[in-house]
């Protein structure tokens, strides 16, 4: 990497902890290769400091910030301007900064619907399992895709009901073990995940073409995705849905489209091993 000079610009992400986060790797690497003048760093911002900290970075030349946990939601308040995906889904994970004042962005949406494009599959209707935040993300994707209808399954069915709100075609089924048809299936809850139980369905009713997603990328095979392949489903991990709401980001912040390639998602998976 050059050493940064007087010209060099920065941008970041705002977390709470903020040190297992991949996004440096992911960003360093694109302006390294696009030979971008600029550094992307983690900051470590507690919770009660997001308001201080937006202020002054746009007036100390950042061009712009990822935020993750716990600050996605409470920026929506603390920011000059939120775009209407970002307004809908209830939640800013880019920040970009203009002339001294920021604009939200939610660029988790199209980093989904992007890495489920590696598959063909057909948008009668998909089923979303979980109902937190990153459901109202993958919920307001398929809908901007037009899918004629969108099913949310939840443990918590109230927490599923207020999905209606982002769409007519949502509906909402109970939790149950056996999962109804759909053309398309997204895991969306934290089961799967390293540490947590896994996500226990049958999946008799799927037709031959569904397309079996999840957006835990660690594992990057959940147990979801492996009984899914042995059965016959397509597959698509959680990696491109990262990979491509950091796209979408840094082509926001620099104006540069970064290339998702296979090599970069080694990487990132070797990097993860280390963090
Ligand atoms: P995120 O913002 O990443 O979506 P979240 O808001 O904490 O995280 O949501 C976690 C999701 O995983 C929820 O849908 C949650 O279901 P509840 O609304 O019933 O809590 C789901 N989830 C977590 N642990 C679960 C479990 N053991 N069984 C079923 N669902 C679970």
């Keep these: 990497m050059k050493l940064p000079n007087g010209q060099t610009a920065f941008a970041g992400v705002l977390g709470w902890p903020v040190n297992h986060s991949l996004s440096p790797f992911i960003h360093n690497r694109w302006l390294e290769q696009n030979a971008v003048n600029a550094l992307y760093l983690p900051f470590p911002v507690q ?43 209830g939640a ?47 919920v307001t994707a398929l809908l901007q895709d037009g899918f004629a209808c969108v099913t949310v399954m939840n443990r918590t069915r109230e927490k599923a009901e207020a999905l209606k709100s982002l769409g007519r075609a949502v509906e909402v089924v109970d939790w149950q073990p056996v999962l109804p048809h759909a053309d398309v299936v997204v895991n969306v809850t934290s089961l799967g995940m390293h540490g947590q139980p896994e996500l226990s369905v049958d999946m008799k009713h799927l037709p031959p073409h569904a397309v079996v997603a999840d957006i835990v990328y660690a594992p990057l095979e ?22 491509f709401q950091a796209q979408a ?3 926001l912040w620099f104006g540069i489209n970064p290339e998702v390639t296979d090599e970069l998602r080694q990487q990132v998976l070797k990097q993860r091993e280390g963090v």
């Design 222 to 243: 959940t147990p979801l995705l492996v009984q899914a392949k042995a059965q016959g489903f397509k597959a698509i991990d959680g990696l491109g849905m990262l990979l």
């Design 47 to 89: 919770p009660d400091a997001l308001g201080t900290v937006l202020l002054a970075l746009p007036k100390m030349g950042c061009a712009g910030v990822n935020l993750t946990i716990p600050h996605k939601e409470a920026a929506l308040d603390l920011l000059d301007g939120v775009d209407e995906t970002a307004r809908r889904i």
């Design 249 to 251: 980001a840094f082509s």
């Design 92 to 138: 800013v994970n880019t920040v970009v900064m203009r002339d001294g004042k920021t604009y939200g962005h939610n660029t988790d949406a199209y980093g989904f619907i992007t890495s489920l494009k590696a598959a063909d599959y057909c948008k009668d209707n998909a089923l979303v399992i979980g109902a937190g935040g990153a459901a109202r993300a993958v």
